[in-house]
């Protein structure tokens, strides 16, 4: 079972450039979400789907971009990177309803030099 | 809106002992709360959830924990750790009302990394 699948894992960018890190899940999952994780910080919610064409802002949304055009995939889209977006990212799927485990893929770490 | 704390970045505990990590959470109406562990390299997954019932939970790898109301707190606890324990250790927690959009998201701690001493 691939679950939920995040590609690059590793990625270097030069300030300015723009990138887009892909997120995929065949479980049907209704639930998209993106989180950064910084150290001492946990995990910050960036932007979040509640199904293909609905997206929203989570809370630390400024530089990046999503569309949710499927129900499998969601790309979070860098629009200009900035040091400050040097962080590990995390996909992750829930059924829809908020008792259910989220599950996430295994992560991109992003440096921005 | 809901936020949770974890007040202890890191602990340190010798193999076989006990260990209780804690959280604490606030919010203005019902919560399900989550545990998640995080090993080197890797993403989350989940250890444990409490919905409704017994406040008492029990997860994977002999984890429990146990769900207090009135002090708003979730602890997680081990009786006996192991090696293989060492990891991160987040809580979530998210909202128990009807859903409506944006109640779907889940609000993490800000972690606790544990290291068990041989």
């Known amino acids: 079972n691939a679950g939920v699948t995040q590609t690059p894992k590793f990625q270097v960018l030069k300030t300015g450039q723009s990138m887009t890190l892909q997120c995929a899940q065949d479980?049907?999952?209704?639930?998209m979400s993106w989180y950064r994780q910084d150290p001492g910080m946990g995990l910050r919610l960036i932007h979040y789907s509640v199904g293909a064409g609905i997206t929203d802002q989570g809370e630390v949304p400024n530089g990046y971009n999503v569309s949710r055009s499927t129900t499998e995939d969601f790309p979070l889209r860098l629009l200009s990177a900035a040091p400050s977006q040097t962080s590990v990212y995390f996909c992750a799927s829930r059924a829809g309803l908020m008792n259910t485990e989220a599950f996430f893929g295994q992560g991109t770490r992003l440096t921005v030099v | 809106a809901q936020s949770v704390t974890q007040l202890d970045s890191q602990v340190p505990v010798f193999e076989e002992a006990p260990v209780e990590l804690r959280c604490n959470y606030s919010s203005s109406v019902s919560v399900y709360l989550f545990w998640y562990v995080q090993y080197p390299n890797q993403g989350l997954q989940l250890l444990l959830k409490?919905?409704?019932?017994?406040?008492l939970v029990k997860g994977i790898n002999g984890f429990e924990a146990e769900f207090n109301k009135s002090q708003t707190s979730f602890h997680l606890r081990k009786p006996s750790v192991h090696i293989s324990d060492t990891a991160e250790y987040f809580c979530a927690v998210s909202d128990n009302t009807e859903t409506n959009f944006g109640n779907e998201k889940l609000t993490f701690g800000t972690g606790t990394r544990l290291t068990i001493i041989p």
């Open positions: 479980m049907n999952h209704e639930y």
């Open positions: 409490y919905l409704s019932g017994s406040t």
